[in-house]
Every structure is written in structure tokens, then in C-alpha cells.
């Protein structure tokens, strides 16, 4: 069993920066894949970032590739999402989540995620 808490959402300006973290208890978290999904008022959940269980490979949606960037320390149980140059289409819920399906390439369906954080809610002004 896997607990996700997330922090570090906020208020933040169009073109500002925010980190989140997300500490998992349990002792097997290094064997996970960890992402990190979205969800906007009305819209669906989206897939925003995942890292693999080892750490050495990374994944991104299209509309955060090369602003945002996810990484993860085994030894603090710890997954985090830098956030930069935010857009107002950035506000949503943002959500951690867990899968020890140990895939070669992370899964981008929410469905496929065993556990979940609670969501830390970030507020892009423009």
C-alpha cells in the first residue's frame, strides 16, 4: 500500500514558476512509476509527466514539454514537478500518482494508476 501527499500548489503569475512535491510512504516506492496528471474545472483528467521506477527516464505531455520538468529522490520517497513559464491553461488540479506495473515506457492513462494523491490546486493568473 501506497500513501501520495502533494504540496507547493498555489497562486502564480503567467510566466511564473511553482514546484510540487509529492512524498509517498511505504517502503517499496523506488519500484514505482511515479507521473503526475491534471485536472481542469469540466475537463478531464490529463496526463502531465511520469518517471520511471529507476529514475533515468522521463516523459512528458506535448503542452509542458521543456518548461516543466519531473524528478524524483528514492532516498526521500519524494516525486516533484517544476513548474516554468506557466499559462492560465496551466490552473487545474494537480494530482501524483503511483503504478507498479513496473512498464517499460509509463502509462499515460489515469485507469492505469494504482494509488493517487488528494491534488494540490494551482491558479494561473493572467
Known amino acids: 500500500q501506497v500513501q501520495l501527499v502533494e504540496s507547493g500548489g498555489g497562486l502564480v503569475q503567467a510566466g511564473g514558476s511553482l514546484k510540487l512535491s509529492c512524498a509517498a510512504s511505504?517502503?517499496?516506492?523506488?519500484?514505482?512509476?511515479m507521473a503526475w496528471f491534471r485536472q481542469a474545472p469540466g475537463k478531464e483528467r490529463e496526463f502531465v509527466s511520469a518517471?520511471?521506477?529507476?529514475?533515468?527516464?522521463?516523459y512528458y505531455a506535448v503542452s509542458v514539454k521543456g518548461r516543466f520538468t519531473i524528478a524524483r529522490d528514492n532516498a526521500k520517497n519524494t516525486v516533484y514537478l517544476q513548474m516554468n513559464s506557466h499559462k492560465p491553461a496551466a490552473t487545474a488540479v494537480y494530482y501524483c500518482?503511483?503504478?507498479?506495473?513496473?512498464?517499460?515506457?509509463?502509462?499515460?492513462?489515469?485507469?492505469?494508476?494504482?494509488?493517487w494523491g488528494q491534488g494540490t490546486q494551482v491558479t494561473v493568473s493572467s
Open positions: 511505504g517502503r517499496t516506492f523506488s519500484t514505482y512509476t
Open positions: 518517471i520511471r521506477w529507476s529514475g533515468g527516464n522521463t
Open positions: 500518482a503511483a503504478d507498479s506495473g513496473r512498464r517499460t515506457i509509463p502509462a499515460r492513462k489515469s485507469s492505469l494508476y494504482d494509488y
